[in-house]
């Protein structure tokens, strides 16, 4: 009886619709689509709709990660949505942050803005931002991507993380996967390169045709930020001064860092103050470090101080919402004015999810002009031990997940 009913409706489908063809253009993004606009009956069976995922029931240590069979199998709410299956993820601190709690309330204002839902209704909840992979399914308005396609994106913390089988995304935040890169590989670039590129590229101005002899200084040099960034402003043209520990000393050498400054060796103040002024400052670690190195910055030519940790998430979650912002508002407004009347330029810059970022990003690292930089790899049975090793810190690059290998 069921397959009589499936074969009907698929007459029913044929004979109402018909195929559909678009030729689409966006830059890089040209693709030619055909499919049915109505698509076939299918029954599924129970080990067809969950999948096995690392999740996470309430917020804590590394013991609240859980690992199940039975995560809901993800589904394609909005046209121009993808599923992808995962081959390749990669952590982020933002991660072990999220399993501790860190911008609950503001992520939970982002998934349920009129706050209809109950409070932990985000559980359980899947982390991970990072994700290289294959199409396995497209809504009915994608156009650039079909099943099949090898793919890599950052997903945004508001939504269901990349430590699954599989993750769906908007396809406004998916690119075609570099070809020079394997999945492994690739899961390390995403999160750290957008952030770097929202820094530097959005926020700070910077880019290929004025990037030329300026000086950059880059705090937090030996991070997946860091690391990034060195590549990103080598390969613009600019010299590139890079703060970190003196183990880290080779690495960002072999980046591409024209001068590699030891914070543990002596005054770091001293230290960069005995160098030429910079145009701009990208800062990883903020605390005290920006009470005194936007002094290091060139007065009235433009320069600017950006850094990447700010208060918004933290300050939402101890104020509240309207309180929190509000909160925020007068601090990057108060430390802005008070820059600019000494001649800089300070802003704060965030992680910003792009697919057409993403396709510049690629076309930098098939130029072989950005290279991944991985610290270590886990299979997909040891990701407590590799959040061990992210909270642990002082990483040289990032840290993988091997979703394939679940042994």
Not at 54 to 76: A, C, E
Not at 240 to 263: F, H, M, P, R
Request: net charge positive.
């Amino acid at each position: 009886m069921l397959l009589e009913v499936h074969a009907l409706g698929r007459k029913v489908c044929r004979s109402l619709f018909r195929g559909q063809t678009r030729v689409t253009s966006l830059g890089k993004r040209a693709h030619v689509s055909q499919r049915l606009i109505c698509r076939d009956f299918h029954f599924s069976c129970r080990r067809c709709t969950i999948m096995p995922s690392w999740v996470i029931d309430r917020y804590g240590k590394n013991d609240v990660l859980r690992f199940t069979n039975s995560m809901m199998f993800p589904i394609i709410h909005l046209p121009n949505e993808v599923i992808i299956k995962v081959h390749a993820a990669s952590l982020n601190p933002i991660d072990v942050n999220m399993r501790n709690g860190y911008g609950a309330s503001a992520l939970r204002m982002k998934r349920d803005p009129l706050n209809i839902k109950n409070t932990g209704s985000e559980f359980p909840l899947t982390l991970g931002r990072d994700v290289s992979g294959t199409i396995m399914e497209c809504g009915l308005d994608v156009l650039y991507f079909k099943p099949g396609d090898e793919v890599w994106a950052a997903i945004p913390p508001w939504k269901q993380g990349t430590l699954s089988e599989f993750v769906v995304a908007s396809g406004n935040e998916v690119s075609l996967k570099p070809r020079s890169l394997s999945h492994t590989e690739a899961a390390s670039l995403p999160y750290v390169g957008l952030t770097a590129w929202s820094a530097m590229r959005q926020v700070g101005g910077l880019k290929e045709k004025n990037c030329s002899d300026k000086r950059i200084l880059i705090f937090g040099a030996s991070g997946g930020v860091g690391t990034f960034a060195i590549q990103l402003m080598k390969a613009w043209g600019a010299h590139v001064t890079a703060v970190c520990s003196k183990d880290a000393n080779e690495l960002v050498q072999n980046l591409g860092a024209d001068n590699v400054i030891d914070y543990k060796a002596g005054n770091v103040q001293e230290q960069l103050r005995a160098l030429p002024l910079f145009d701009f400052i990208l800062d990883n670690i903020g605390g005290s470090t920006e009470e005194w190195a936007p002094e290091l910055l060139k007065k009235w030519s433009g320069a600017t101080y950006v850094s990447l940790v700010t208060p918004f998430l933290v300050n939402v979650d101890r104020l509240g919402v309207a309180d929190g912002m509000l909160q925020t508002g007068v601090t990057i407004g108060t430390k802005a004015v008070k820059h600019l009347c000494k001649g800089i330029h300070y802003r704060w810059a965030f992680f910003t999810p792009s697919g057409p970022y993403l396709d510049e990003i690629a076309t930098l690292v098939d130029a072989g002009k950005i290279r991944p930089v991985i610290d270590q790899v886990f299979s997909f049975a040891d990701v407590p031990k590799a959040f061990q090793k992210v909270e642990e810190g002082h990483a040289r690059g990032k840290t993988v997940i091997n979703v394939t290998n679940k042994k």
